[in-house]
């Protein structure tokens, strides 16, 4: 047997990687035999970590993702709204009256840049309407 080297150290040094590679694998939170992770609830705000045309970017994204939400619920609230409106003939003027309302403050948003005589002619009925269904709640 005097041909034959016995390999001690190499195998060692090898169970101990092997050792320190199983360590690794536990579950989250544990930490390996005799060493200690801090752990805390208090989660990390990336967004601080981020530079600020990052930041701003982000935040663009995030109040964009907001506008198209609030977008579709409205959307979602006109339908219904014109369903209701849609559903049955007005019984009174003020009914009318709600109904013309609504028309001429879609028609006036439709005309983002438009003529501005145009926007002041919907205003004015608005305001008779206005004006005139708080006069006499009769008809």
Request: glycine share 6%.
């Amino acid at each position: 047997m005097e041909g034959r080297a016995r390999p001690a150290r190499p195998v060692r040094a090898l169970l101990a990687a092997i050792a320190a590679a199983y360590a690794l694998l536990r579950a989250p939170g544990q930490a390996p035999a005799g060493k200690r992770f801090p752990m805390t609830h208090k989660p990390i705000d990336l967004d601080q970590r981020r530079g600020h045309s990052a930041q701003r970017a982000t935040e663009s994204r995030r109040l964009l993702s907001q506008v198209e939400a609030h977008e579709t619920k409205l959307q979602r609230l006109r339908a219904e709204a014109e369903e209701q409106l849609l559903a049955l003939p007005a019984a009174t003027w003020d009914e009318a009256a709600v109904k013309a309302k609504y028309l001429l403050r879609l028609y006036g948003e439709t005309l983002a840049g438009g003529d501005a005589r145009t926007k002041q002619l919907i205003a004015a009925v608005l305001e008779d309407f206005e004006r005139l269904s708080g006069a006499d709640g009769t008809e």
